[in-house]
């Protein structure tokens, strides 16, 4: 069966420090690849897309992520986190044509000021 | 907001009630979902719905009961909950296809069942 692996459950780290998010998929196929955040008391909102092309790809808030397709991984950066990104990050995939997304369990963030 | 949303935002009932949970968009979209987030679990998706047919339905408990009467509008009647199905409840849509955008989330009804 499909799944999603997102190896750190918790990160703490100090402001302007580099973040890098694991998230590891196993599916063969085509997949189309996303990272949602939740921010403390908000809904889900999409950081960003890879369907093609640039395997580089960058969202919002200076937030970017690199799909490597022979390690079927999809880890999520930040050169320099804000205490403002204190969020849980979610990795998802979707089988391309498909309505079927895979959800990881989630990484909470914490940024200290 | 979203272009999703959800209500109620707060719902907490007995084991023996009757609820329903709504969820409306307008942005277009020809799928919808139900999920539920539990604490220290992945997102379970419970149903899909796309053009209003069932897509999918993923072994969840006849407890709950989703209906969708048209595009816009996906409905998740519960009736007899266990306290164990207490937790966040969240609708999305999306435009699925070879080029697929992603999801657009709700806001979620958090359900506690006492």
């Known amino acids: 069966a499909q799944s999603v692996s997102q190896h750190n459950h918790h990160v703490i780290l100090s402001e302007a420090a580099s973040l890098e998010l694991g998230c590891n998929y196993s599916?063969?196929?085509?997949?189309?690849l996303f990272w949602y955040v939740q921010y403390p008391g908000q809904h889900l909102q999409l950081l960003l897309k890879?369907?093609?092309?640039?395997?580089l790809v960058k969202g919002i808030k200076g937030f970017e992520a690199e799909f490597i397709k022979s390690k079927f991984s999809f880890n999520l950066r930040k050169p320099s986190v804000q205490w403002s990104d204190t969020a849980e990050y979610f990795c998802?995939?979707?089988?391309?044509?498909?309505?079927?997304?895979?959800f990881g369990t989630g990484t909470r963030l914490k940024v200290l000021a | 907001e979203t272009g999703v949303t959800q209500t109620p935002r707060h719902l907490v009932m007995g084991m023996t009630n009757k609820k329903s949970l709504k969820c409306e968009q307008h942005?277009?979209?020809?799928?919808m979902y139900w999920y539920k987030q539990s604490a220290k679990k992945p997102l379970e998706l419970m149903f899909v719905?796309?053009?209003?047919?069932?897509?999918e339905n993923n072994s969840v408990p006849s407890r709950f009961s989703p209906e969708c009467p048209n595009s816009s509008h996906l409905f998740l009647h519960l009736h007899t909950l266990q306290p164990e199905d207490s937790a966040l409840y969240l609708c999305?849509?999306?435009?699925?296809?070879?080029?697929?955008?992603?999801?657009?989330f709700g806001s979620g009804t958090r359900l506690t069942v006492v």
């Open positions: 719905y796309s053009l209003e047919e069932r897509v």
């Open positions: 599916y063969g196929g085509t997949v189309n």
């Open positions: 998802a995939v979707n089988e391309a044509g498909t309505y079927k997304y895979i």
């Open positions: 942005l277009g979209h020809n799928a």
């Open positions: 999305a849509s999306s435009q699925p296809g070879q080029t697929n955008y992603g999801y657009t």
């Open positions: 890879y369907f093609s092309g640039d395997p």
